[in-house]
């Protein structure tokens, strides 16, 4: 993927974004009712109904975010992308790309947190000030000596498999040679978001205690879905990123390329909003990051109501 060749298809997205679309993404259940169709007259003159004439109908922001991500996923390898977005006041989702297969890379910790936060609850203990202390640097930090050591106290692959399945992660799978190469996609990323804020496996105390140490991510790391958020406004995050050489085994190596992933809980237009975004075989970290606000600007819209 050339730059050039992106910035076009960027271009040509923007661009659908203004107008008109069609396309093949998928919108959940709970679409807001498209707008009335309405009618002119001169004022004081009335204008039978058969002579009115109705307005263009605005497109339908899932097939203009469709449209839109297709010029972008045309500039990229096969399989490079993974989105879904949902909006919480609604239940409106949209997801485009992968359902499965995304390199987590750093994302894998949140996964390792509620893991342990399942764990903690069923033993009735908290965390130690050892493991407070890595935990805080595993999220806020993305320090990976910390996340590997709370990955291990998690009881390894299968704890964090097991842990998986009860918070109803459909397709992730825990790598092989390391953690980062768990993978997943959208939909996945969405469900882990959504332990966060819906009663489920985790207690209200296990929540405030994850998204505490979301909404403190360090101010370098705080890019992706965070682009998307009302000014002045908070949001949650966690990113992940990684170059992957050939060095890791079968499967989970790709020619000095990144992965580069965002999830977050923002407000857009007052709306919450969770957002997941999964990206493999990116040039370099900073083209990564690009490609991930893009996509995120591109999917809000399919599930934001009218205002």
């Known amino acids: 993927m050339t730059g050039a060749r992106l910035g076009a298809a960027l271009l040509c997205a923007a661009m659908l974004l203004s107008g008109c679309g069609a396309g093949a993404g998928q919108r959940g259940k709970g679409s807001p009712s498209r707008a009335p169709k309405m009618t002119r007259q001169r004022p004081g003159t009335p204008v039978p109904a058969a002579a009115s004439s109705p307005a263009p109908p605005a497109a339908d922001p899932d097939k203009v975010a469709d449209r839109s991500m297709a010029a972008v996923a045309r500039a990229l390898p096969a399989g490079a992308v993974s989105v879904a977005v949902r909006n919480v006041q609604t239940g409106d989702e949209y997801e485009f790309g992968a359902d499965r297969g995304m390199w987590a890379g750093s994302v894998y910790k949140l996964l390792v947190l509620e ?27 993305s320090d990976n000596a910390a996340g590997y050591r709370m990955y291990l106290d998690a009881g390894g692959s299968a704890a964090l498999a097991a842990a998986a399945r009860r918070l109803g992660l459909r397709h992730t799978v825990i790598g092989r040679s390391d953690p980062a190469f768990t993978t997943m996609a959208g939909r996945d990323g969405i469900t882990l978001l959504s332990r966060l804020i819906d009663r489920g496996p985790l207690t209200r105390r296990s929540r405030a205690f994850v998204l505490h140490l979301m909404h403190r991510v360090q101010a370098d790391q705080r890019w992706g879905a965070g682009v998307l958020a009302d000014p002045d406004s908070s949001f949650a995050n966690k990113n992940g990123w990684l170059e992957v050489d050939d060095s890791n085994g079968p499967g989970e190596d790709d020619g000095g390329r990144w992965l580069v992933n965002s999830l977050g809980l923002v407000r857009v237009h007052g709306q919450r909003l969770l957002v997941a975004i999964f990206t493999r075989h990116d040039p370099d970290r900073d083209a990564g990051i690009e490609l991930v606000e893009d996509l995120a600007r591109i999917a809000a819209p399919a599930v934001l109501a009218s205002r």
């Not at 893991?115 to 930090?141: K, N, P, V, Y």
């Open 115 to 141: 893991a342990l936060l399942l764990e903690r609850q069923r033993t009735g203990s908290w965390f130690s000030s050892e493991e407070l202390a890595d935990i805080s640097a595993m999220i806020e930090q």
